[in-house]
Nanobody, 127 residues
Framework: VQLVESGGGSVQAGGSLRLSCAASAVTDAANCMAWFRQAPGKEREGIARIYRNFARSADDPYYADSVKGRFTISRDNTGGMLYLQMNSLRPDDTGIYYC??????????????????WGQGTQVTVS
């Protein structure tokens, strides 16, 4: 499984960025996908996850309090893509952002241990 993030960059506080994550194949996108970030000197933090109920064709997003109301996670299941729309960015949003695919059988949470495949990360800098 290969996950490739893109869309990072430098932006001023209050600005927006949209991150994308491409799975190497549509079938590589799991029911549960998530975005994590890691700030310098800090542990990796889960910020948003999305669970796809394919039977009901419905997505269930969930956000960490730190990004709730500002970030939106979404997915395009036909193309194997995961997105993170980030608005009202703040300097403490700075970090490396990773997309991840959940391990089979794990609950769809924001815990890094529940995810077994990771992208290489994309840098987001807010000043």
């Amino acid at each position: 499984v290969q996950l490739v993030e893109s869309g990072g960059g430098s932006v001023q506080a209050g600005g927006s960025l949209r991150l994308s994550c491409a799975a190497s194949a549509v079938t590589d996108a799991a029911n549960c996908m998530a975005w994590f970030r890691q700030a310098p000197g800090k542990e990796r933090e889960g910020i948003a996850r999305i669970y796809r109920n394919f039977a009901r064709s419905a997505d269930d997003p969930y956000y960490a309090d730190s990004v709730k109301g500002r970030f939106t996670i979404s997915r395009d299941n036909t193309g194997g893509m995961l997105y993170l729309q980030m608005n009202s960015l703040r300097p403490d949003d700075t970090g490396i952002y990773y997309c991840a695919k959940a391990r089979p059988g794990y609950a769809c949470s924001l815990q890094p241990a529940a995810f077994g495949s990771w992208g290489q990360g994309t840098q987001v800098t807010v000043s």
